[in-house]
Each structure stands twice: as C-alpha cells, then as structure tokens.
C-alpha cells in the first residue's frame, strides 16, 4: 500500500518562511509527478503548484515567486518551501503524486493523496 505523509505545517507569522515535506513509503517503483494543493477555510481545494519526474514545475501566480519545489525520486520526498508568507495562504495543504508500483510482476500506476498539513498565518 502507498502512503503520502505530509509535515511541516504550523502557526506562523506574516512574512515568515515555511518548509511543508511529503513522504511517500510502500512499494514505490517510481514517483511520476508531484502536486500539493491548498485548501483554505471554507473554499475549494486548488492546486498550488506541480512538478514533474524531469523536474519541471509549474506555481500557481499567487505564490510564483516566493514557493519553490523539488522532488527527490531517490527519497521519495517532496519539499514545498514558502517564503514571504502571507494570510491568504492560511490553510490545509496536500500532496497529491502520480506514483508507479511494482507489484506480482506487473507495473501499475496510482494516484494518492496525502491527508493533510495545516498552515496558518497570521498578520
């Protein structure tokens, strides 16, 4: 079974800086894509930023420029830095991976979702 974990999240101020990681475990062959996406207090979940095996990302404009992501394949890890933060990026952050598995000799693709890191700021 594949787990995505999230960390990282906490009560900070305005202008602070915040590291959010994601793990992945479980019988991972490879992990394809990573994406996190906010949820704030009473909004929809939205995608915040992507980044593919090959290392291209893609940042949403309300945080381009002050969010950088990476992802280590070898690690399974993510790590979602954000800089200069603001009240408007207050809420639940997931991790969300396109993640290949090896399993009774076939290859098969899943998406998983991790449950959740709460991020609140405040001014």
């Known amino acids: 079974q594949v787990q995505l974990v999230e960390s990282g999240g906490g009560l900070v101020q305005a202008g602070a800086s915040l590291k959010l990681s994601c793990t992945a475990s479980?019988?991972?062959?490879?992990?394809?894509?990573m994406a996190w996406y906010r949820q704030a207090p009473g909004k929809e979940r939205e995608l915040v930023a992507s980044i593919s095996r090959s290392g291209v990302t893609t940042i949403d404009e309300s945080v381009k420029g002050r969010l950088t992501l990476t992802l280590d394949n070898g690690n399974k890890t993510s790590d979602l830095q954000m800089d200069r933060l603001k009240s408007e990026d207050t809420g639940v952050y997931y991790c969300?991976?396109?993640?290949?598995?090896?399993?009774?000799?076939?290859?098969?693709?899943?998406?998983?979702w991790g449950k959740g890191t709460l991020v609140t700021v405040f001014s």
């Open positions: 479980g019988n991972i062959f490879s992990i394809n894509s």
């Open positions: 969300r991976s396109d993640i290949t598995i090896y399993f009774l000799g076939y290859y098969h693709g899943r998406d998983v």
